[in-house]
């Protein structure tokens, strides 16, 4: 739960820029691949764009393992560096 309060006002923001920012910097996190198909998927399908992005941060989330989901949270909470 912590991570989508995190990562879905990211993916929600229409004027992120990857490393640009906190938001920027958060949505980088986002692996690459998972980028590169909800960006197509919103130029295939009558889908939202907002949808898209939120099927993009559950599926990012959900692919993760306990530890690296541990991690990124440990991170973006300033806990780890």
Known sequence: QKLLDIFIPVALNPEVK??????????????????????????????SKNYCRLLLVTDFICGMTDSYAAHIYKMLMGMEV
């Open 18 to 47: 990857l490393y640009n920012g906190y938001d920027g910097k958060v949505y980088s996190l986002i692996s690459k691949n998972y980028r590169f198909v909800s960006e197509n998927s919103i130029e295939q399908t009558c889908c």
